[in-house]
T-cell receptor
């Protein structure tokens, strides 16, 4: 069965520093997508970044980038120049099949001023 | 463009009561989803719909029902509420299935006592 694991329940980072959030997944598929979603205190889930497995190039969106290691089934999120507004829960998600997204248990990121 | 809207934002139910959580999207998305998020957990799929008149069960459908009479609306009905249904409920929509970003509503916090 496909699974998504986020092994860091909580992380802290100093403002302006860099932090990496980990995500591992298990699948037998060769072509798939992976997502990182952010859930701020307002609760609304917001897409941070998306990676297509068949693309070797790591996805990047401004200060957010991923380190996608397909063979290791690892999909970590790097946040550079951390800002106070980055404080949130971050969820890794894997679309299993056409409709079902499997979400990890989340990592709470604290940004220290 | 309001995106995905949900009502109510908060609700307290007594055991055995019923209620409907409303969800509306204005992006003309065919795909809509209902998730629940329990404390410290990721999101779990309750029901999904791929178009008006078409719905199907997700991972945790027991105790819930849905209908989809229009593209815009996807209400979730709780029958005979139980304490195990205390959770935060999110509605989401997407243009298509796998690989497409899901847009989330702000969530409904439901407490059953």
């Amino acid at each position: 069965a496909q699974t998504v694991t986020q092994s860091q329940p909580e992380m802290s980072v100093q403002e302006a520093e860099t932090v990496t959030l980990s995500c591992t997944y298990d699948t037998s598929e060769s072509d798939y997508y992976l997502f990182w979603y952010k859930q701020p205190p307002s609760r609304q889930m917001i897409l941070v970044i998306r990676q297509e497995a068949y693309k070797q190039q790591n996805a990047t969106e401004n200060r957010f980038s991923v380190n996608f290691q397909k063979a290791a089934k690892s999909f970590s999120l790097k946040i550079s120049d951390s800002q106070l507004g980055d404080a949130a829960m971050y969820f890794c998600a894997y679309p299993s099949g056409t409709y079902k997204y499997i979400f990890g248990t989340g990592t709470r990121l604290k940004v220290l001023a | 463009n309001a995106g995905v809207t949900q009502t109510p934002k908060f609700r307290i139910l007594k055991i055995g009561q019923s209620m409907t959580l409303q969800c509306t999207q204005d992006m003309n998305h065919n795909y809509m989803y209902w998730y629940r998020q329990d404390p410290g957990m990721g999101l779990k799929l309750i029901y999904y719909s791929v178009g008006a008149g078409i719905t199907d069960k997700g991972e945790v459908p027991n105790g819930y029902n849905v209908s989809r009479s229009t593209t815009e609306d996807f209400p979730l009905r709780l029958e005979l509420a139980a304490p195990s249904q205390t959770s935060v409920y999110f509605c989401a929509s997407s243009y298509a299935g796998r690989g497409y970003e899901q847009y989330f509503g702000p969530g409904t916090r439901l407490t059953v006592t």
